[in-house]
């Protein structure tokens, strides 16, 4: 209510005198530029000019107004609606239902332009019609008849173009293009006279409030609805804002973006169209009529013209601000978007959001005041000149209208209240961080970097001050560490020496907190970050020289800065690795298994090393610990041991060999029989030495897989044969342990071959369970041969009879081709068809007894 929208300014002060003063009062106004028209009682129409100069601010005074013509109409009937063509240079009045055209300048009646009788109302499109650039639209209210008429209005006559009828008698009309909005006796209605459609709007009591239809903007109408509320409506019946609340006894309205005036007998109210509120109140006495025009509104009372001027934008935005209105000054400023060029408009609303920002900064509504101050692409110089720990910061520091206006003394909050200043410190943070990496923030990146640094440390937030220098970043070198290593923040000093390629001084930093050389207030895994930090590093100096600090820490993790190193990171020479890894043991063999393993390496002598080191390591595990069966740690170093020993050939066979020699690795030595060929032997060293009936047997199935029925017979048979030559002394042992390995792998064995080795004295009973598994093994076996057999014989039939198929239909379409024009021959034809299906039946029989043959096979 509080705020000045517009000015109000007298413009003509009191009615010429005339011999009949009673009768001569305003009745209807018009403006075009700094032409007024006035319509008075008496039908006497007047013409005046403005000066130049604008309005004054103050109604008392008055413009000097040149009177240029004055124009009698003879009727002695009110003059009630007026309007100007600048276009055709014609002035349209309604006076005693009769429209009349006269020039705008000499008032003069055109000749050639008749007069319209019957007319209630008109109204003039101002929508430019691509149709007719050289005509406008009049559309006249008729008041006999329930219609309203087009006229096609040119320079020297009008011609009527369209009827519209309803059901209702229309009072009053606004048009927007193809669409006129229509306040009739009963309600309002829509209507496109184009294409016919109507929409029926709400009801009105023209008895109890006034008739108001009003253009609001492009393709809305503002209307005066039921329980006085000013209504929009757009064209397509819907309404896009919220109703503005006015007073009942309404007699006018007019709209002037952003800002609604109304009419009543006493005063002037004005709303915003924005938010629908009442801003401004203006005692008024005796109101008659408003007109609003690009420039202004003018207020017609009886005798007097009043202009309310608006204030200019940026005056009632900084009114706003000033009294804290933010939420008002920023719907304002999206507001007014449309009035004003892009490049002004962009400065504008700058300006507009950080003032808002600094006025909720203020009121600590800190996320309201970021997002203000993000939209408002504010220099973050600007805000945290207004920290006292932070304003050396600012090295161009200079006088910031926007903060010295809205913002509180910091220096003296922090000292009274450090609860609420942490608060503001916190939102700087926030503020900084989110446009850190922006376009708000490059010219000043140096100072933001430096401030979320010295904040982040002050505040003991360590996760983002290590992200903040893990990063990029433009803080200075020197005054950055000088201030972390005055604050005890020793790793964020390394990682500083990090972003800024001094890596020799950022290890050297972090292996004196591992050692306990600095006392580090942050809680971080320094020495697996070193490791991370020498796996990536590209001078392969500086990993050299603390690969040795790092293996003595931790050999398994520290073997990771030659085992992870990045695709594209420069790699070491394996053997300078492994010359320097030679006096770690564990980290030696991590790194064998990596080339092997990981990389696939074929050299012989990392096989080789490989093998020796796990049989070192090994015996190391057995002297310290022994042989017990539940050592877990010896039984994984020797499954690792045996499963390279299988499945690799590259190491060397006889290095190997001599290093097993004198131990008791039996499993490990079978294995390199085996892959030298020598398996009987190596099933004697299971069986005599090793004492391991299952470890032999198991050496049979997979030095069998992929070798054929013969070797597998050949090999079990060795160990049948083993068993039953024992001379253990528990030979009953053997004598068990040969009755399960034939009943348990009957199919795993000749039968012809088993009854030569088996004794004379063992029972058929004792071996029945072999025999019948030998037999049903190897009539299983003949089986499966003569269903292959069978398969191959039937598909080959089956690809004999379709090469044959096609081969007959070659010929047979070449032929047809020769003979096919004589109706001899058309019998050949229909034959030459039923062969061919002949034929692909055929095909189709063999495919399906191939597969019942299968089916017939296996069962």
């Not at 009698?72 to 309604?94: C, D, W, Y």
């Amino acid at each position: 209510m509080s705020l000045k929208v517009f000015s109000l300014s007298l413009v003509i002060e009191s009615h010429p005198k005339t011999k009949k003063r009673d009768t001569c009062s305003f009745q209807c106004m018009e403006a075009c530029g700094k032409n007024l028209y006035f319509g008075t009682k008496d039908c006497v129409v007047q013409h005046f000019v403005l000066p130049d100069e604008s309005f004054p601010d103050s109604e008392e005074k008055c413009p000097t107004l040149k009177q240029v013509k004055i124009k009698q109409m003879g009727m002695r009937r009110p003059v009630t609606q007026l309007k100007a063509s600048p276009e055709l240079n014609h002035l349209i009045l309604l006076c005693d239902n009769t429209v009349t055209v006269l020039n705008m300048f000499s008032l003069e009646p055109v000749q050639t332009m008749r007069k319209i009788q019957n007319v209630s109302s008109f109204h003039v499109n101002e929508t430019a019609t691509a149709s007719a650039p050289d005509c406008i639209e009049l559309f006249t209210l008729s008041s006999k008849k329930k219609s309203v008429h087009l006229y096609m209005v040119s320079i020297d006559k009008w011609e009527r173009v369209k009827e519209v009828s309803f059901l209702e008698e229309p009072l009053a009309l606004a048009v927007d293009g193809n669409c006129l909005c229509v306040a009739t006796s009963e309600r309002y209605v829509l209507h496109d006279y184009k294409n016919g459609t109507t929409v029926k709007l709400f009801p009105h009591n023209r008895e109890k409030q006034a008739t108001i239809v009003e253009l609001a903007g492009r393709g809305e109408f503002l209307l005066n609805g039921p329980g006085s509320l000013g209504m929009f409506v757009t064209k397509s019946g819907i309404s896009q804002r919220p109703p503005v609340k006015w007073t009942e006894n309404l007699l006018a309205a007019a709209v002037h973006f952003p800002y609604i005036v109304t009419l009543e007998s006493e005063a002037l109210r004005v709303h915003s169209i924005l938010d629908q509120q009442q801003k401004q109140t203006l005692p008024l006495h005796k109101g008659r009529g408003l007109l609003s025009t690009p420039e202004n509104v003018f207020v017609l009372t009886e005798n007097t013209v009043y202009s309310l001027t608006p204030v200019p934008v940026e005056e009632q935005l900084d009114a706003l601000l000033k009294s804290e209105k933010t939420d008002e000054a920023l719907d304002l400023v999206q507001g007014v978007k449309p009035l004003f060029s892009k490049d002004t408009y962009k400065v504008l609303y700058s300006n507009v959001t950080r003032r808002a920002g600094f006025v909720k900064f203020h009121q600590e509504y800190f996320s309201e005041a970021k997002d203000l101050f993000i939209k408002g692409n504010l220099d973050p110089k600007e805000i945290i000149s207004l920290y006292p720990e932070l304003s050396s910061l600012i090295a161009d520091s200079k006088h910031w209208p926007n903060s010295a206006r809205s913002t509180r003394d910091l220096r003296l909050l922090k000292e009274r209240d450090s609860e609420t200043f942490e608060k503001y410190t916190e939102f700087l943070c926030s503020f900084l961080r989110d446009c850190r990496l922006t376009e708000q923030s490059a010219d000043c990146r140096e100072e933001v970097d430096r401030a979320l640094v010295k904040l982040y440390a002050e505040r003991g937030d360590s996760e983002e001050l290590i992200k903040i220098l893990s990063s990029p970043n433009a803080c200075k070198l020197n005054e950055c560490a000088t201030f972390l290593e005055k604050s005890h923040r020793f790793f964020a000093l390394g990682c500083l020496y990090q972003s800024h390629g001094h890596s020799l001084s950022a290890i050297q930093t972090w292996t004196k907190i591992v050692d306990g050389h600095h006392h580090e207030n942050m809680h971080f895994d320094v020495y697996s970050h070193i490791v991370d930090f020498l796996c990536c590093e590209t001078d392969l100096e500086v990993v050299w020289k603390y690969a040795d600090w790092v293996l003595k820490k931790n050999q398994e993790m520290g073997v990771h800065i030659f085992t992870k190193r990045k695709n594209n990171q420069k790699s070491f020479v394996e053997d300078d690795v492994l010359n320097m890894l030679k006096k770690y043991s564990l980290a030696l063999i991590l790194y064998l298994e990596y080339l092997v393993n990981d990389l696939k390496s074929e050299d012989e002598k990392h096989h080789t090393l490989l093998v020796t080191t796990y049989v070192d390591q090994i015996l190391v595990i057995m002297e310290k610990q022994g042989m017990e069966s539940g050592n877990l740690t010896l039984t994984v170093k020797r499954n690792k041991l045996q499963d390279l020993l299988q499945e690799t050939s590259i190491y060397n066979t006889a290095v190997v060999q001599d290093k097993l020699m004198k131990t008791g690795l039996h499993v490990e030595k079978a294995i390199l029989n085996g892959r030298a060929g020598q398996h009987e032997k190596a099933l004697w060293i299971l069986v005599n030495k090793e004492q391991d009936i299952c470890a032999a047997e198991n050496y049979c199935r997979k030095n069998s897989l992929g070798r054929g029925k013969v070797f597998g017979n050949m090999l079990f048979l060795s160990l049948l044969k083993l068993y039953l030559d024992s001379v253990t002394p528990n030979s009953n042992a053997m004598v068990t342990a040969a009755v399960d390995l034939l009943n348990n792998n009957a199919a795993a064995f000749d039968p012809a071959s088993v009854l030569q080795v088996i004794p004379d004295s063992w029972s058929l009973q004792l071996i029945s369970r072999f025999l019948v598994g030998s037999l049903r093994s190897m009539t299983h076996y003949r089986r499966m041969g003569k269903i292959e057999r069978n398969l191959a014989q039937a598909e080959h039939l089956l690809y004999r009879y379709l090469w044959t198929a096609e081969q007959l239909e070659v010929e047979m379409l070449v032929y047809l081709q020769q003979k096919a024009s004589t109706r001899q021959y058309r019998w050949k034809i229909e034959r030459t068809i039923s062969l061919n299906h002949l034929i692909h039946s055929k095909s189709a029989y063999w495919a399906q007894a191939t597969q019942g043959n299968t089916k017939v096979e296996k069962e």
